[in-house]
């Protein structure tokens, strides 16, 4: 309270006045490309005042590869995410199409990738059947399905899949080759092109606009006549196949895969839809923000490892941010 000198009344302040807090979470909800822009900035600069040799162009090539698999496993989660899902079979998933592919190389470079692929449509079908039509929770059927994938091919790794573990030179091109003078690798290209399909996807399509009704509110995308069930088979073998495409680029990157290929891409997968500004319960999001997310992360990734941090310092970091970012979009909802 506070004493106007002139009049000798007491002012008090205006409660209708918008606080510091509320002006900030507001332009973060209005802005928040532009935050994640700045903060992809920063971090690149501050990479380079740790390694003066990261502000070259093999330095942000090196970091784009490594952002490449987080970011399309995320196309998967930033779609699940918005019907209010999750996948967290999908790194299992990645692994089991690598391993698939490299497996079949002998016999040609389209039919190991459509090998591949077919691991993702399989799995990812499942999922949506368990979540679609028997309404199981995502976390329950994609972790459960994790386990069995991991089951079935550490079996079938000694048996029918037994042989050859190399990626073909044409899928190790892909995923680790570079053109125009080794600056823009091909992986790269792939994840344009795949961005480009989902953000059509999400922005134009009348398949996008149900991911959006189901996850904002489900009951009443059913009452509209809405045929959810059938639209969450779909979603999840789309991120399915997201997961064979990121297993495939990353085994032809490493070369050889193994049954622990993708392990580590999990948690930055989720933490790259979360700082992208996907809602985890579901109905809010956009793809463009998951792709900064991705970025931040490839960066934040170099960086690490410039300071000498462990895989198991950057899992923690990758969930402290998950929960840290989850806690902060709740609280700029609850202001809007």
């Known amino acids: 309270m506070s004493t106007d000198l002139s009049s000798g009344a007491d002012v008090k302040s ?21 935050v994640l822009i700045g903060v992809l900035i920063f971090l690149i600069l501050m990479t380079g005042a740790v390694e003066s040799n990261y502000l070259s162009i093999n330095g942000l090539r090196n970091s784009a590869l490594f952002a490449v698999p987080i970011g399309v496993l995320a196309a998967g989660q930033t779609i699940l995410m918005l019907t209010g899902g999750i996948d967290l079979s999908a790194a299992m998933i990645a692994t089991g199409a690598a391993y698939v592919a490299a497996n079949q190389s002998p016999k040609g470079a389209a039919f190991a990738i ?19 039509v028997f309404q199981v929770n995502p976390l329950i059927m994609t ?3 994790a386990g069995i994938l991991l089951g079935l091919f550490t079996s079938w790794a000694q048996t029918i899949f037994s042989g050859s573990t190399r990626m073909g030179d044409f899928i190790r091109t892909l995923g680790g080759g570079s053109f125009f003078g080794r600056s823009i690798p091909w992986a790269v290209v792939v994840w344009a092109v795949l961005s480009i399909f989902v953000i059509y996807m999400l922005r134009r399509s009348g398949f996008g606009r149900n991911l959006y009704a189901i996850g904002d509110n489900g009951i009443a995308a059913r009452l509209s006549g809405m045929r959810a069930w059938q639209v969450l088979i779909v979603v999840y ?11 495939l680029l990353l085994g032809g990157r490493v070369g050889a895969v193994d049954l622990q290929l993708a392990g580590a891409f999990l948690l930055p997968s989720v933490a790259a839809a979360v700082i992208g500004g996907t809602s985890i319960f579901g109905g809010v999001g956009t793809y463009t923000g998951t792709i900064l997310g991705a970025l931040i992360l ?11 941090a462990g895989q198991a310092i950057q899992q923690m970091l990758y969930g402290a941010i998950i929960i840290g970012l989850s806690w902060l979009y709740t609280r700029i909802s609850a202001t809007q």
């Open 143 to 145: 972790l459960a399905m």
């Open 114 to 132: 459509i090998a591949g692929l077919a691991v993702g449509v399989l799995a990812g079908a499942a999922n949506g059947i368990g979540v679609g």
């Open 14 to 34: 205006d409660p209708s006045q918008p606080t510091v807090w509320h002006r900030s979470a507001r332009y973060l909800a209005t802005h928040p490309h532009l």
């Open 237 to 247: 073998i789309i991120a399915g196949v997201f997961g064979a495409i990121a297993g």
């Open 298 to 308: 490839g960066v934040l990734q170099s960086l690490l490892t410039f300071l000498g």
